[in-house]
């Protein structure tokens, strides 16, 4: 059973990591930390996911990425459609293949899932480690992405139900509650 989330605290599982990647990209600012090989360099780097260093990111590697973060997405999205939902798992185990992700037995600490591979390969696998802790502890179900179109900013939700929608509630919530509140208003009554 997940643990029960408390305001202020990280999210379990190292699923903070995990929300950072995703939010890379800010709609509402119109910026993307991944819109260049260096901007997704420096990213891994500065999250000690890749050695400063280490080798650098192509553009393929760059395109990967991104193709990933959209597939955390795809999943953060609680509505979305199973079509939608199979493809982005089908990019999240390309991603483990990639980075050769494996179960490690140590004395000291029992287990470990980690990749193998080096490089960006092996970095974006790292970023699949919370992902999966979090499906097998059932937190997974608290990683959500704001329902606002033009927002999508993924969050942890704190909610006793489960029931957060929004990233923010006084933003995103209360322009979604305007909007149908227009929208009520606006419509003609039959």
């Known amino acids: 059973m997940p643990v029960s989330p408390v305001p202020g605290e990280p999210a379990p599982d190292g699923l903070d990591l995990v929300i950072d990647f995703v939010n890379t990209l800010d709609l509402d600012e119109g910026l993307d930390a991944l819109a260049s090989t260096n901007g997704l360099d420096g990213w891994l780097a500065e999250?000690?996911?890749?050695?400063?260093n280490g080798p650098r990111a192509s553009e393929r590697d760059r395109r990967q990425a991104v193709e990933l973060r959209e597939a955390l997405r795809a999943l953060m999205l609680h509505d979305n459609s199973a079509a939608a939902a199979g493809?982005?798992?089908?990019?999240?185990?390309?991603?483990?293949?990639?980075?050769?992700?494996?179960?490690?037995?140590?004395?000291?600490?029992?287990?470990?899932?980690?990749?193998?591979?080096?490089?960006?390969?092996?970095a974006l696998a790292r970023l699949l480690v919370p992902v999966f802790q979090s499906m097998l502890d059932g937190s997974w179900l608290r990683v959500k992405v704001c329902r606002a179109a033009d927002c999508r900013w993924a969050f942890y939700d704190r909610s006793r139900n489960r029931s957060g929608a929004w990233c923010e509630m006084a933003v995103c919530?209360?322009?979604?509650k305007v909007r149908t509140y227009r929208s009520r208003r606006l419509s003609p009554k039959g």
């Open 87 to 122: 493809r982005a798992r089908n990019v999240l185990e390309r991603v483990a293949r990639r980075g050769e992700l494996s179960a490690h037995f140590q004395e000291e600490s029992g287990a470990a899932l980690a990749p193998n591979a080096q490089g960006i390969a092996g």
């Open 173 to 176: 919530g209360n322009r979604a």
């Open 47 to 52: 999250r000690a996911l890749l050695r400063a």
